[in-house]
């Protein structure tokens, strides 16, 4: 059974920095496909990064260069991390790590994919 249970988010300034940790056990699919949604109150969920077992990384436009994704280690069970910088107060949302599989095209995005956490908290202050 997969498990996804996410640390790290908390209450911060605008500007100042987190990082968000998932940790991914009993899946087993080989060419996953994992990464981060958000969900802000009141908005649509949206994927903020998806990245496969390579290592390849695909942000939400909104990112522009602040957050960065990794692993610590490309088979699973692994850690998932979001580092997460320049934080602004749109960026106040709940952080939800998801895996899953590719699409049927081959494609890896977070907002395809079928098991999610429980989500962390991000409040970002003006």
């Known amino acids: 059974q997969v498990h996804l249970v996410e640390s790290g988010g908390g209450s911060v300034q605008a500007g100042e920095s987190l990082r968000l940790s998932c940790e991914v056990t009993?899946?087993?699919?080989?060419?996953?496909?994992m990464g981060w949604l958000r969900q802000a109150p009141g908005k649509k969920r949206e994927g903020v990064v998806s990245?496969?077992?390579?290592?390849?990384?695909?942000?939400g436009d909104f990112v522009k260069g602040r957050f960065t994704v990794s692993k610590d280690r490309d088979e699973i069970p692994l850690t998932l991390f979001l580092q997460m910088t320049d934080l602004k107060p749109e960026d106040t949302a709940t952080y939800i790590c998801?895996?899953?599989?590719?699409?049927?095209?081959?494609?890896?995005?977070?907002?395809?994919?079928?098991?999610w956490g429980q989500g962390t908290l991000v409040t970002v202050s003006s």
């Open positions: 990245i496969d077992r390579h290592g390849t990384a695909t942000y």
């Open positions: 009993g899946y087993t699919y080989e060419d996953y496909c």
């Open positions: 998801a895996a899953g599989g590719r699409t049927w095209r081959g494609d890896c995005s977070v907002e395809a994919v079928g098991t």
